[in-house]
């Protein structure tokens, strides 16, 4: 008995198997389950029967899931662009030595921290049609002369919920960048601005190179988490107004719990996989950390 | 760390103070200001009384005639002191389950180096990426199956699939970090694996241990999309989906109880993430490092 619990195999799947099991019974299995939902009509108390494609067939002809499908590309590239770029002047910004640096750090960080719908709340209020403080004060500055229907037309509800997502994910982003700015060694800027380089071409031949890695997984996380992202439509619009903001899985959750076409919601969901798989082959393939990088040769 | 953070300033007097203040100071206030002003907005709005809230009139900036109206009756008039007291529950038994099932985990696939050890470790990584929003329906067949549908089980069992791989990767980082020379000597004063773990590398990764439950306590407070999906009586809903779903009624807002529980819902991970801000960041930018 003794000798078998130092045996390292036997040791090491013992150690494993706690993880592995809950891992296996709700992550594991509820992915298969998911896809094999979406290839039958699987209504909410009622098992459903093997259809084939036929809720993929249906899917692909619904003009509202044509609709998620451009919000939720729109949605994740007009928010992950500016996420990366404030994201990395934030943090650009934090790395220069300012007074009560390691409280801004932390001041900074805080729309990440707070729950996303409690912070979701906020900013309807702030959209809010009749009381909105952003309205008012653009009123008072006599910039505008009525109050902005924020969420209640299509195009200005897409720009005010990508607005609320980019102000929680931009901290994010600054503090990981941050964390990679510090690992670069300050000689090499010192040996580039010694060779003449102006600050542009510091931070364009220098820091950017030596944080691509960083970036690269911060916003592969970043994407696929706005790709996914459901409490903040929610909160804000519950997809509307006329599902012009209905992202691919808050449609799916209303398809598949309110509404209680189980199968179709999970057909949706599955339809989300191509995507999330490009963009994580994406991301390794095509920025993952050069040998030369780490001081290795090409 | 600490003089690499030191040095890269050594150019920056190179720079005049006014092109300093309009490239720095004033774009980071710029940022801060817009970082933290719906918090502010949140506050105010929860002290104002309705009158206050519902005219145009004045500067809404500032409360005139704070009141605690909205409070009291957000907690004694509503189910939100309940609300609290599940999403405390779940997430602290969520977050001890998960990081148990961790540090097991990662020790094994650390130091253990079992055969097969590196393809478990890819496939924790992967398990990592798996968003909720597509697994929410699947679970939600299965939570039913198992009879666990509306209780606080459905959370407790759940919420550790994305809290494990998190936790595991984490703790894989720490672990690899403590020498090997530690485990040898113990092992030839004769102490067994599990004495090893417990009296050697735990206390040498305590700092890995807090960042890892700092981030996954504050991962299930804020996690809606499993409380909204498998729970439905209001008395065991989490402060998140209970705020949500039922303090909004009908066409009138109550905007003030409304960001008074929006308010207090965020205070506890806000006051924990205070006490330990550097666990925290070290727990995020660990995982993402890596």
């Known amino acids: 008995m003794e000798r078998l619990l130092n045996n390292r195999n036997v040791l090491g799947w013992l150690f494993l198997l706690p993880a592995a099991a809950l891992l296996l019974i709700f992550l594991t299995y509820p992915l298969g389950l998911g896809v094999w939902l979406g290839f039958t009509d699987t209504k909410v108390g009622r098992g459903g029967t093997w259809i084939g494609w036929d809720n993929f067939a249906y899917l692909v002809g619904d003009s509202v899931a044509q609709l998620s499908l451009f919000n939720t590309l729109f949605y994740t590239t007009a928010a992950s662009i500016l996420k990366f770029g404030l994201g990395l002047w934030l943090a650009l910004l934090l790395n220069e030595h300012v007074p009560f640096k390691s409280l801004l750090r932390a001041i900074v960080l805080l729309p990440f921290i707070v729950p996303t719908a409690l912070s979701a709340l906020a900013f309807w209020w702030l959209y809010d049609a009749q009381f909105s403080v952003l309205s008012w004060t653009l009123t008072k500055l006599g910039w505008i002369h009525q109050y902005i229907d924020f969420l209640g037309d299509p195009w200005n509800a897409r720009w005010s919920t990508v607005a609320a997502n980019v102000w929680r994910g931009v901290p994010f982003i600054a503090i990981c960048l941050l964390a990679g700015l510090q690992t670069i060694p300050p000689s090499l800027h010192e040996a580039a601005a010694l060779d003449g380089a102006t600050g542009w071409q510091c931070f364009r031949y220098v820091t950017l190179p030596l944080l691509t890695p960083i970036i690269a997984v911060v916003m592969t996380f970043s994407v696929l988490f706005t790709f996914t992202d459901f409490q903040l439509i929610y909160v804000l619009t519950r997809g509307g107004p006329l599902n012009s903001t209905h992202l691919m899985a808050t449609l799916s959750f209303q398809r598949a719990i309110p509404g209680g076409a189980l199968g179709e919601g999970a057909a949706l969901a599955t339809l989300m996989i191509p995507f999330l798989l490009s963009a994580i082959l994406f991301s390794y393939f095509g920025l993952q950390r050069r040998t030369w990088q780490q001081g290795g040769k090409d | ?180 020379e530690l485990e040898e000597c113990a092992l030839i004063d004769g102490a067994s694996r599990w004495q090893i773990l417990t009296r050697i590398i735990l206390p040498l990764a305590v700092p890995g241990l807090i960042s890892a439950g700092i981030f996954a ?69 660990g995982a993402v490092k890596e």
């Open chain 2, 1 to 180: 760390m600490k003089v690499a953070a030191a040095d890269s300033q050594s150019m920056s007097y190179l720079q005049s103070l006014p092109r300093r203040v309009v490239t720095v100071y004033v774009p980071l206030v710029v940022f801060v200001i817009v970082l933290l002003f719906p918090f502010y907005w949140m506050a105010t709005t929860a002290f104002k009384p309705d009158a206050e809230l519902l005219s145009r009139e004045g500067n809404p900036f500032w409360v005139h005639a704070p009141t605690l109206a909205h409070f009291h009756k957000l907690l004694f008039e509503t189910p939100f002191p309940e609300w609290m007291l599940n999403t405390m529950i779940v997430a602290f038994v969520a977050t001890f389950t998960s990081l148990a099932a961790s540090v097991l985990a990662a020790y094994a696939i650390e130091r253990l180096r079992f055969s097969g050890s590196r393809q478990v470790g890819l496939a924790i990584f992967l398990a990592y990426l798996v968003p909720p929003s597509i697994l929410f329906i699947p679970l939600a067949a299965i939570v039913f199956k198992l009879g666990l549908f509306d209780t606080r089980f459905a959370l407790i069992l759940t919420y550790p699939t994305f809290l494990i791989p998190f936790a595991t990767w984490l703790l894989m980082g720490y672990f690899r970090s403590i020498p090997y």
């Open chain 2, 217 to 285: 306590f504050t991962l299930s407070w804020n996690e809606f999309i499993y409380a909204l999906t498998f729970i439905s009586s209001s008395e065991i809903k989490t402060v998140p989906v209970g705020v949500v779903t039922e303090l909004v009624e009908g066409d009138v807002y109550h905007w003030g109880s409304l960001m008074a529980g929006a308010l207090l819902g965020s205070l506890p991970v806000a006051v924990i993430y205070s006490f330990f801000v550097e666990y925290y960041v070290a727990g995020m930018t």
